[in-house]
């Protein structure tokens, strides 16, 4: 999530660029270094069967692809915080959907955490002006970020999070590089500068290959609703990038949604059988008879 965090900044550099000629070759890019990685590392990568080829081709089309459009149109019609915020609640969707697509039952401690890291996640992002467009773009994009695990949850227990993670993103370059070939002109991207390329590269290697595999594996070891917590550590780490790069110092009610997304994160993510420190029972005080 920091990772995920640190692109808001980097994506700047791409404003001017063609959205999914840029988009196809990161994709490519990132799925030629996670074949590359699993081969190195002897890692099969299993492929899909059945309904699994729907689910994954979900995971690309929201997560990878509509989720780019939704920022991207919606910043021209609202705030960049109006996107950002409602992207933040995507806490409450996983923890509420997550464990059902799982077979099981919504946690009442992360049903009850969500919401803090939500509130803490619109104090460090703010509020903008939006018009009703903008609105519908950023419910868009609240939704393809949840598609992007929810999606993935039927097929990470046979595929792993290697698998997911390089059919994902394969099905994510076609997708964009046809969308690219329809409606943009491919050629301009001879016209990118180097800070573009080195935006290209880390949004591929650092946003892509690295933190597919990261959270893949965190949502597969502790739950979508559970890991869902997490993604309000991404408006911190946008604001502690943007001002690394040059930025405004945070005001105060950043400084209290950082607080209160820790506190989130503290009551969410505590394991349930937490073990709690109490003052020895009589019969833990006395030694035991000889």
């Known amino acids: 999530m920091v990772l995920v965090g640190s692109s808001v900044s980097v994506s700047r550099a791409l404003v001017d660029a063609p959205l999914f000629a840029t988009q196809a070759v990161r994709y490519t890019a990132a799925a030629l270094i996670l074949c590359t990685l699993a081969r190195a590392s002897r890692i099969p990568i299993a492929r899909p069967r059945g309904r699994e080829w729907l689910w994954l081709g979900g995971v690309a089309a929201t997560g990878l692809v509509l989720f780019n459009v939704a920022v991207v149109r919606g910043v021209a019609h609202a705030e960049p915080a109006v996107i ?38 619109v104090l460090v992002e703010g509020t903008g002006r939006s018009d009703a467009a903008g609105v519908g773009w950023a419910a868009l994009a609240l939704g393809c970020e949840a598609g992007f695990t929810l999606l993935a ?6 595929l792993g999070a290697w698998g997911v993670s390089v059919h994902a993103v394969w099905m994510g370059a076609l997708m964009s590089a046809g969308l690219a070939v329809l409606v943009e002109h491919p050629a301009e991207l001879v016209e990118l500068g180097p800070s573009q390329w080195a935006a290209v590269g880390h949004l591929a290697v650092m946003v892509t290959a690295v933190a597919f595999l990261l959270w893949y594996r965190t949502v597969a070891a502790v739950g979508s609703g559970r890991a869902g917590l997490l993604t309000g550590v991404a408006p911190i780490a946008a604001a502690g990038v943007g001002v690394a790069t040059g930025g405004a110092v945070p005001g105060p009610a950043v400084w209290v949604g950082l607080a209160v997304v820790l506190a989130g994160l503290a009551l969410g993510l505590r394991p349930p059988g937490a073990v709690r420190a109490a003052a020895p029972g009589p019969a833990e005080a006395r030694p035991a008879a000889p």
């Open 153 to 158: 949850v039927p097929v990470l227990g046979r």
């Open 84 to 121: 950002a915020v409602a992207v933040a609640a995507v806490p409450i969707v996983m923890g509420l959907v997550g464990p059902l697509l799982e077979g099981g039952r919504p946690s009442r401690r992360v049903v009850t955490a969500a919401p803090v890291v939500v509130a803490g996640a």
